[in-house]
């Protein structure tokens, strides 16, 4: 989960650009958190108290508005009762890291996956890569291998994980189906977490998103470095601490 954060701070000053050099500081002065943490931890504490997600996303957005929202995202966080507006775009795959380490079945994380897609992101191709984003951290931090995990993907969901074509495509679709292939390619294929990010970022284009879900993944992967996990600490608001922290005391029990 903090993998997901820190992903998303390090990323956030390259969104839009092109591909950064890949010997880039992870740390500098405009990085921050984005939509991407906001949400990510929306969806930890609707889930942690088994609350309703669209209800606990409006909560936080309004607390948190300058975040970098979509448009009609925010129309929709804004509004009390908006319902789902066919969003095939990539809100929904990167929040949901929280149930992959929270849920205890992987019935439990497919269907927790889909609920929180689907309150705004229920296009069917949002809602499957919100699957598979949270089913690869179940089974990464269950003890599958990454092999393993991939050839899931692969045959389950159809991705072409193949990082010859998968990261040839560059970081600026924002649709889920095309973010989720770079993503998850950029995790599986680095020695490390560090690694797997920089090559998420070095795509260019939806940086903040794609090295959320890299990160996310790596996380469960390879382990989130002391060093990286305290500074993106230090970027976060103090009630997104808080929540954070509930995480991290539940998945310790």
């Known amino acids: 989960m903090l993998g997901a954060i820190a992903g998303d701070i390090i990323g956030s000053r390259f969104e839009g650009h092109s591909k950064p050099p890949q010997d880039f500081a992870l740390w500098h002065a405009d990085c921050?958190?984005?939509?991407d943490s906001v949400c990510s931890l929306a969806v930890a504490d609707a889930f942690l108290d088994r609350a309703d997600y669209a209800l606990r996303l409006r909560d936080f957005v309004r607390r948190h508005p300058n975040a970098g929202y979509?448009?009609?995202f925010i129309r929709w966080a804004m509004s009390d009762n908006a319902g789902p507006y066919g969003s095939w775009g990539n809100g929904a795959p990167m929040r949901t890291a929280a149930i992959g380490w929270l849920a205890n079945?992987?019935?439990?994380?497919l269907y927790q996956a889909s609920a929180q897609a689907a309150v705004s992101h229920d296009h069917p191709s949002a809602v499957t890569a919100a699957q598979a984003v949270a089913l690869a951290i179940f089974q990464l931090r269950?003890?599958?291998?990454?092999?393993a995990v991939q050839e899931r993907l692969v045959q389950d969901f159809g991705y072409d994980l193949?990082?010859?074509?998968?990261?040839k495509s560059g970081g600026f679709?924002?649709?889920a189906a095309g973010t989720l292939p770079p993503a998850l390619a950029a995790a599986f294929t680095a020695e490390d977490w560090v690694q797997?990010?920089?090559t998420a970022v070095c795509l260019g284009g939806d940086t903040d998103t794609l090295a959320c879900i890299t990160g996310a993944v790596a996380e469960a992967l390879h382990g989130l470095p002391q060093d990286v996990g305290e500074t993106a600490r230090s970027h976060l608001a103090p009630d997104l601490l808080e929540?954070?922290?509930?995480f991290e005391n539940a998945t310790q029990r």
């Open 173 to 175: 679709d924002v649709s």
């Open 142 to 147: 269950r003890g599958e291998s990454g092999a």
């Open 196 to 198: 797997a990010v920089r």
């Open 105 to 109: 079945s992987e019935e439990e994380v």
């Open 162 to 167: 193949n990082p010859e074509r998968a990261l």
């Open 70 to 72: 979509g448009g009609m």
């Open 243 to 246: 929540v954070l922290q509930r």
């Open 32 to 35: 921050r958190f984005t939509d």
